[in-house]
Nanobody
Framework: QVQLVESGGGLVQPGGSLRLSCAPS????????MGWYRQAPGKQRELVAT???????NYADSVKGRFTISRDNAKNTVYLQMNSLKPEDTAVFYC?????????????????WGQGTQVTVSS
């Protein structure tokens, strides 16, 4: 019922910038919160940034001052602007959304994940 399509990953040099996008699709009634997580090889998936429906943001300490999460409420799309990228930012980035879906007869709240997009920071 719900898909999160991510885009914007790629290869960038240290100090460079990338912007990730996450576009939900499906019978979404509302989105409670959206966020970005990342997982590097051999490491657990970790929170990068989140944003609530009210616009409240939260960032991992490692990205504060460098990354900015934002939403286009009309499109239900979330973005992650990443500046001053470091090699340790290299990971697969996953979009996450806690959504309420409308099936026509019922509604449900689901925790939904995108397929991931690779971000590589290397010289």
């Amino acid at each position: 019922q719900v898909q999160l399509v991510e885009s914007g990953g790629g290869l960038v040099q240290p100090g460079g910038s990338l912007r990730l996008s996450c576009a939900p699709s499906g019978n979404i009634f509302s989105i409670n919160a959206m966020g970005w997580y990342r997982q590097a090889p051999g490491k657990q998936r970790e929170l990068v940034a989140t944003i609530t429906s009210g616009g409240t943001t939260n960032y991992a300490d490692s990205v504060k001052g460098r990354f900015t999460i934002s939403r286009d409420n009309a499109k239900n799309t979330v973005y992650l602007q990443m500046n001053s990228l470091k090699p340790e930012d290299t990971a697969v980035f996953y979009c996450n959304a806690v959504v309420t879906i409308n099936t026509g007869s019922n509604s449900y709240t689901l925790n939904t994940w995108g397929q991931g997009t690779q971000v590589t920071v290397s010289s």
